[in-house]
């Protein structure tokens, strides 16, 4: 009885066997010493699955659109500006739309604070710089992630208080005229909407002088994102 049971035991293993090697391996089990590869997924930036050379990066894949924009940095001036004021802290924050990948429509509102440093009287104090501008941007991409660009800008600018006029800029209690430019290198992350850069920029006031010109310089860090 015994070794008939045995029998009946490896037949029933042999059967088994027989029966797995006949269907093979399932969609979801490799056999061994075998690579496996995956399609490649266009849609992500930041697919870490996959090796580097899966995917090419290409300026087609980020974001574009509507873009908002938050620069840092610092303003001085030069000129009758600059004979009355230290360089201080500048905000600025832009609001755009990318028509193609090489040119954008913007507009920006900008703050800046400063220091008197006139001979008193009037004695020194502070005052804070209003700047509303609309403009377009052009992009030179130098390769997928980075790009110069360049855009011109033109606005009013308006000063609080009374403190320019008290140093003998007379059209300064009211907004007046301001226009310039600005030039830019922008570094996009590995990521379809974030970028973030660097610029320098100048504005001429011609209505803020007294008898010969003002205009200020200004550099500033800046992150984009584009929705």
Avoid at 29 to 44: I, M
Wanted: no cysteine; glycine share 10%.
């Amino acid at each position: 009885m015994r070794r008939t049971q045995v029998v009946a035991l490896a037949a029933l293993l042999w059967m088994h066997s027989q029966t797995s090697e006949a269907q093979g391996p399932t969609d979801d089990e490799a056999k061994a010493g075998e690579l496996r590869t995956e399609d490649v997924d266009s849609t992500r930036l930041d697919v870490s699955r996959l090796p580097p050379e899966a995917i090419e990066v290409t300026r087609e894949l980020y974001a574009r659109g509507f873009f908002v924009e938050a620069q840092l940095g610092a303003q001085g001036f030069l000129g009758d500006l600059g004979d009355v004021s230290t360089p201080g802290p500048r905000l600025a924050l832009d609001f755009g739309y990318e028509l193609a990948s090489w040119v954008s429509v913007l507009i920006e509102g900008d703050i800046a604070f400063h220091d008197t440093k006139n001979r008193p009287p009037p004695a020194h104090t502070m005052y804070e710089m209003l700047g509303a501008s609309a403009g377009a941007r052009f992009t030179l991409p130098f390769n997928a992630r980075a790009a110069l660009w360049l855009d011109g800008l033109v606005g009013i600018v308006w000063t609080g208080g009374d403190v320019l006029h008290a140093l003998g800029f007379k059209d300064s209690v009211k907004p007046s005229i301001a226009y310039g430019g600005e030039l830019g290198f922008d570094w996009h992350v590995l990521a379809r909407h974030h970028s973030f850069g660097l610029l320098v920029g100048t504005r001429v006031f011609p209505e803020l002088v007294r008898d010969g010109y003002s205009l200020s310089l200004y550099g500033s860090a800046y992150l984009r994102y584009v929705f």
